[in-house]
C-alpha cells in the first residue's frame, strides 16, 4: 500500500502540462465556483455552530471548578468536530456535483495517452450526476460512521493525539475514491468500482492527501483542488486500468 501511496502523490507532477496541453481548464469554471461557494458557505456555518456545539459539550462536565478550563477545551473540540465535519460535507457536495464535468476531463486524458484503448462514456449529463450523487453519498456515510468514533477517541487522554492523523487519512482516502471514479465511471459499474478502489486504496490515499493539503492553502487551494486532483487521479486510475502504457506528456 505505501508504494501505491507515493504513486498517488507522484501522479500530480506534471498535472499543469497536461491541462494547459489538452485545453482543460475550460471544465474546471463551473466546478471552481462551486468549489469556493461551497467553502465559504460551510465555513460561515460552522463558524457560527463551533461555538453552540462547545457549550453543548461543557455540560458534560458538572462541577463549578475547572469549569472555564473544559469550557475553553470544548470550544476547541467543538471547533475541531465543525471543521471535521464541514470538510466531509463540502468534499462530498462538490465532487458529486462537478461529476458531469470531471468525467469529460478523465475521458479528455485517457483519449490523449490511451487512444487506442480508451472508452467513450455512453452516459448523459444527467446519469454522470447520479453516479456521482450515487458514489459520494455512500462515501459520505462510511466516511461518517469512520470519523464519528475517531473524533470521540479524541476526548480519551493520552492517546486522543491519534485521532487527528486517522481523521486525515479516512478524508484523503475518500477524496481519492471520488477523484478515481471520475475514469472508473466509463470502465466499471457501481459495484465493481468499489471493490476496485478498495484493492488500490494506497493510490487513492496518496491522490486524496493532497486534496486535503491543497484546502489548507486559503482561496488558492479551493481553486487549484479540483483541476490538480482529478487530472493526477485520472492519470493514476489509467495506469491501472492500462498497465501495459505508461502517460508521457
Do not use: C
Not at 499543469?16 to 465555513?43: D, E, M, N, T
Not at 487522554?157 to 471514479?181: C, E, K, R
Amino acid at each position: 500500500m505505501l508504494k501505491g501511496y507515493f504513486r498517488g502523490i507522484k501522479a500530480y507532477a506534471g498535472t499543469f502540462g497536461i491541462i494547459y496541453k489538452l485545453g482543460l481548464w475550460r471544465y474546471f469554471f463551473v466546478p471552481i465556483i462551486l468549489s469556493v461557494f461551497i467553502a465559504f458557505l460551510i465555513g460561515f456555518s460552522a463558524w457560527g455552530l463551533s461555538d453552540n456545539l462547545g457549550g453543548w459539550i461543557a455540560q458534560i462536565w458538572p462541577w463549578e471548578w475547572g469549569s472555564h478550563t473544559f469550557r475553553t477545551v470544548s470550544d476547541v473540540l467543538g471547533g475541531l468536530a465543525i471543521i471535521t465535519l464541514g470538510l466531509i460535507a463540502y468534499k462530498h457536495i462538490v465532487m458529486a456535483l462537478s461529476a458531469p464535468f470531471m468525467g469529460a476531463v478523465s475521458e479528455k486524458i485517457e483519449a490523449h495517452f490511451h487512444e487506442d484503448t480508451s472508452n467513450k462514456s455512453q452516459s448523459s449529463f444527467i446519469q454522470l450526476l447520479w453516479r456521482g450523487i450515487r458514489v459520494n453519498l455512500r462515501n459520505l456515510l462510511m466516511e461518517l460512521l469512520l470519523s464519528i468514533p475517531i473524533l470521540i477517541i479524541g476526548f480519551i487522554p493520552f492517546v486522543g493525539f491519534i485521532s487527528t492523523p486517522l481523521l486525515f487519512l479516512v478524508q484523503a482516502y475518500y477524496a481519492g475514491f471520488g477523484n478515481m471514479d471520475y475514469t472508473l465511471e466509463r470502465h466499471l459499474d457501481y459495484a465493481r468500482s468499489i471493490p476496485f478502489v478498495k484493492s488500490n486504496r494506497g493510490i487513492a490515499m496518496g491522490n486524496g492527501t493532497i486534496f486535503m493539503l491543497l484546502l489548507l492553502v486559503p482561496v488558492l487551494g479551493l481553486i487549484l483542488v479540483l483541476p490538480l486532483s482529478v487530472t493526477a487521479a485520472s492519470v493514476s486510475t489509467l495506469e491501472l486500468l492500462h498497465p501495459k502504457k505508461t502517460p508521457s506528456v
